[in-house]
DNA sequence: GAGTGGTCTAGACCACAAT
DNA sequence: TTGTGGTCTAGACCACTCC
């Protein structure tokens, strides 16, 4: 048996989906809600409360609860980890530490990271493998401040995202994706073949207020994607 | 003033966040936090609720309810209707319909939209200018059945995408997003450079419990990329 | 002032899991 | 049987918006 909320959530919704109530709509207010389902004020308010917490009603104190803007016609892209990606394919994920070192930071990466030019920053570079074929090439540069044990970690079986969510907390994220050819190195070290491009993924995180670290995530195009389904 | 239920939300957030309850430890039981708080127990029971629904929490009936596991580390990417983005961007958006027609399904095309080889079909073919540059190359396949009236749209005005939603209500997407290089055809109408990569965007969409459409989104690897924040 | 939503109480009965 | 969460009731007081 279906609860009580849960009908009358549906019992919206389906007027909505059906055309009849349509965006900025007054919907029935609580207690013409009550005496037509006959049920408690708060069983009321609680579907209404989850439609709107759902963003398919807008409520304002005092004026009504209203339909709101239909969602965007989006798509979403999940990028997971590479470890646990390449682990849910069942495959065999191993890493390789290519850099780990200490650098100052130049012109465009130091303000990138809100570093002043010649500022000490961490940069490593790692290359991902599934079943020995390098898929993922990682270059993550760090803001020492941040995660001042970034040097010291063994990133064969740590990633640096794993650690990097411990020590910097993740406060907001910035990304983009390209398409593009790879510099030389990046095109060697993933086999790709000449001509062939790259599906880049480019991240900014910050912790604590500020940036914490930067990274780009290089794949060889005719063996990488991102997909998903919703 | 915070109300109460927000209260009790924060003080188990809190407890979260410090590391002081870990992954699948054990919270308070429902009383328990009556007794704590000095509440009723519908206003812990809307806190807990609420913190589940936003997946910090999960409960298992007459066991208890416990922290859940940290959100991925992901990154989404949300890909808006281009017309609306270019004019999110303060520019002119417009649109040249190069092909739009019926067409006999052939093998893979037909298999993935669920038809027999042989069945009729739309093919659109739409190129999104931003400012007088072309930008996206929109190829579309739709199934008559789910959208019967898709040949007498005017897709200089209306985007497919606009009409389907409204003719086809989106049920499921499922997409990808790869680097690759263009069929010359698309690489010239979107006045790419020899060897320059494609940023592409395959999309399925259901509606109805079948395939309604399918659509490859070309982009410029130089021009263009898919970005946000959270 | 009348109507709306925001929040809360102090009970209640039920389903489910562990013992 | 005990303890957990799932749901519900019949009230209540408050803040807000509109007339």
Redesign the interface.
Known sequence: MKPGYREIKDWIFARI?SGEWKEADLIPSEPELVRQFGVAR?TVNRAVR?LT?EQVLTRVQGLGTFVAQPK??????????IK?EIAARGHVHRAEVLILKQIASDGARAEELGLAPGEPLFHSRILHYEDELPVQLEDRWVVPAQAPDYLAQDFGTTTP?EYL?RAA??Q??????????PEAAVGKRLKMAA???????H?RTWSRGAVASVADLW?A??R???????
């Open positions: 989906e708060m989850e917490s965007y016609q989006s798509t979403l892209v999940e990028i997971k980890s646990d995202n969510v907390p993740l907001r994220v910035e990304y983009s994706i390209d398409a593009r050819l001509g062939e491009p790259c599906l880049r993924l991240r794949h195009g005719s990488y994607q991102f997909a998903g389904a919703f």
